[in-house]
């Protein structure tokens, strides 16, 4: 029988096995280089390019399966014998940085100023993005959680890169579009067939969470960003087209939050309204009240679900080794057992305790599937302190913002800040490097230096106040 060979073993051996292709390809590469270099030294064009390459990120973002964007997500730097493909993001990205050199150069005059802000307002942040890679130290697996660290640090440099760059405006574009381009790369190039809607991305709950993002966006601008009629039947259209998504990707889960994050943005207007405390307060019940009846209708209303929002039990089987990775977890209560490694139990065996853990049915689970549980058995309960402290300064600079600014603009942190927390109910999306990680790396930094500018301007209209200024 004839062994399939994958596209890119096909493209490595015809370049490698001709010498003068070989030549050839890099000639062009070289030449290209070099025009694209100069054209991105113009303003116009290098913020062109620039945002092109933003929108690409936040595509691939999701760690596709599609050839060649599966092969640009940093992930791949975290496997070790996944042959010359997984080594793109090595050469992919400082290309980037040298056809961008003249917007990088604007970015490296600012980036202290950039991370002061970062440090001031959101100093957990910080700390949480450094554990991964410290966690080598301690990790039960060193050399996987080093490759595991390096990824997500170089993953969540260029999220720092294009938040520090790009204010609400430009980079709810980039999302939206995006988020947009991976539904219809999947509906075009793996369509729904009658099982669980997949996609171009890795599960239906990967595409689900992307989907939810991309309708609650879209029903955002159409709310509230839409200038003319024309764009407005563009949001419009494409919010449907993502909502249909949603329902024939069969995700519970992802249908439930999409109408949360619906009934959030209908809200803003209202928020908009309170003072700090009263939206601070409103926001914070909302998510409780919301975290409560997505639990009770996934965990219980099998009819409703089987029904309604297509067949997935999400919380069930989790509820069953929650409690054994909490108790493991308290195993190593200070640090963990290091980023990418508690579930290691293909490598370890016996030597980790996720070899132990199963369920009734006999699943033995290969992630957590909850983004609080991950985090503490990656980093201990320090690593979740900053985490939820990181999260809570969030949640009240997003509710400060949305009392100061155009509610398209206010309402793109408020999305993912629920989202996040209602998604790694189910998911470990916190401690992956993938598009929700990004998405909080990106509105921690915006949001930052947004609310270091609002306070710089009301200390300088009113020196007065400076003693008596808060942060919130």
């Avoid at 010359?84 to 100023?113: C, E, G, H, Q």
């Avoid at 991964?132 to 039960?140: D, M, V």
Wanted: charged letters at 10%; aromatic letters at 16%.
């Amino acid at each position: 029988m004839t062994q399939k060979v994958s596209a890119a073993r096909q493209l490595k051996d015809l370049l490698l096995g001709h010498p003068a292709l070989t030549y050839l390809v890099f000639g062009v590469l070289v030449v290209t280089t070099l025009i694209l270099f100069q054209l991105a030294s113009k303003k116009k064009i290098g913020s062109s390019l620039e945002k092109g390459f933003g929108i690409l990120y936040i595509y691939i973002s999701p760690f596709l399966t599609q050839v060649p964007f599966n092969y640009l997500h940093f992930v791949n730097l975290k496997e070790q014998a996944g042959g010359i493909a997984t080594m793109l993001p090595y050469f992919f990205y400082p290309w980037v940085v040298i056809i961008l050199f003249s917007r990088f150069k604007i970015f490296a005059s600012n980036f202290i100023d950039y991370f002061t802000k970062v440090l001031i307002f959101n100093p957990c942040f910080l700390l949480y993005s450094l554990l991964p890679l410290l966690s080598t130290f301690w990790s039960i697996v060193p050399d996987i959680t080093l490759r595991a660290g390096i990824a997500f640090s170089a993953f969540t440099v260029f999220g720092f890169y294009l938040a520090a760059q790009y204010k609400w405006y430009d980079l709810s574009r980039f999302w939206r579009w995006g988020y947009t381009a991976v539904g219809f790369g999947s509906f075009i190039l793996a369509p729904p067939r009658g099982s669980d809607f997949v996609g171009i991305t890795q599960s239906k709950n990967s595409l689900g969470g992307v989907l939810t993002l991309c309708t609650a966006f879209w029903y955002l601008h159409y709310s509230q960003g839409a200038k003319t009629k024309r764009e407005r039947w563009i949001a419009l259209g494409m919010m449907f087209f993502s909502f249909y998504l949603v329902r024939t990707n069969k995700s519970g889960a992802a249908l439930v939050i999409t109408i949360i994050l619906i009934i959030a943005v209908s809200s803003l207007n209202f928020l908009k309204k309170l003072s700090f405390q009263w939206a601070f307060t409103s926001i914070i019940c909302f998510i409780v009240v919301s975290i409560i009846v997505t639990v009770y209708v996934l965990d219980n209303l099998e009819s409703i679900i089987v029904d309604g929002l297509g067949k997935d039990l999400t919380l069930t089987g989790r509820t069953e080794f929650w409690p054994e990775l909490i108790d493991a977890a308290n195993e190593r209560p200070w640090t963990g057992y290091g980023y990418d490694g508690f579930f290691q139990q293909h490598k370890l065996g016996p030597a980790t305790p996720a070899y132990f853990i199963y369920t009734a049915s006999g699943f033995n689970p290969q992630n957590p599937h909850n983004g609080a549980i991950g985090v503490l058995l990656a980093f201990g309960w320090p690593g979740l302190i900053l985490m939820g402290i990181s999260l809570l300064l969030n949640l009240a600079y997003a509710v400060r913002y949305l009392s100061r600014s155009k509610l398209e603009d206010a309402g793109m942190p408020i999305c993912f800040l629920v989202y996040i927390i209602m998604s790694n109910i189910t998911e470990g999306y916190l401690l992956t490097t993938g598009n929700s990680w990004l998405s909080y790396v990106m509105l921690t930094v915006r949001l930052a230096i947004d609310n270091a500018s609002s306070t710089n301007n009301i200390t300088t209209s009113n020196p007065a106040r400076l003693s008596a200024h808060r942060t919130f």
